[in-house]
């Protein structure tokens, strides 16, 4: 996979060098480019803003930088790309968002500061997207978020092929309570079933408390959520207990 991100604060991208991230960069399981894309703009005082037609307070990218970076992308790395604008009023990132960019050859994703982007930058997009009903200084962090929850569906990224399958949201349910070693720590004991050996035991307590978790914490994700017949039936029986 390819990703290139375009951004006036380049440096804020070093931390994509580090974890599970830069070990997949450095396998080349992954290649990851950031573009300042400042260095395109055309007037002497290297200003990628401006202020909007028709008044109204701060200032907005302009188009021109973006749309000369993105035309250098395209002759660097020429080919298919989805291109993703992070945009507070986008979709909201999710699961299934992940799985679908961790498909793509190439992502660019487009950071945006200040009060917004020239509308005529969303030409270029194919996605417009928000990690939230919040507002961030700069598009930055919310790209390297979605980029983190996307390399993890690439394969060959997680050490352990079955992790990104059984983590929360992507079955639509929370993830299960874990354990690890000591059994008893504290006087806080790990739960019987798990060190029983009954491997269908284990399975049907892990999926009980992930119903329970998710009708706890987010019982909006049960209402988008197929649930089995099994699921069904176990989650009435939580609902009973309540």
Known sequence: MDITILSIFPRMFN???ESLIGKAQEKELVNIDVVDFRKFTTNKQNHVDDSPYGGGAGMLLQAQPIYDAMDFVEKEKPGKKRVVLLDPAGKTFNTKMAQDFAKEDQLV????HYEGFDERVKDLVTD???IGDY?????????????DATLRFVPGVLGNSFSAEEESFSHGLLEYPQYSRPADFRGKKVPEVLTSGDHEKIRLWRLTQALKKTLERRPDLLESTDLTDEEQKLLHKIRQNY
């Open 128 to 130: 417009e997207v928000s």
């Open 15 to 17: 931390a994509l060098n």
């Open 109 to 112: 994703f487009i950071c945006g």
């Open 135 to 147: 507002i961030l200084t700069g598009g930055e962090l919310p790209t390297m978020s979605m980029i």
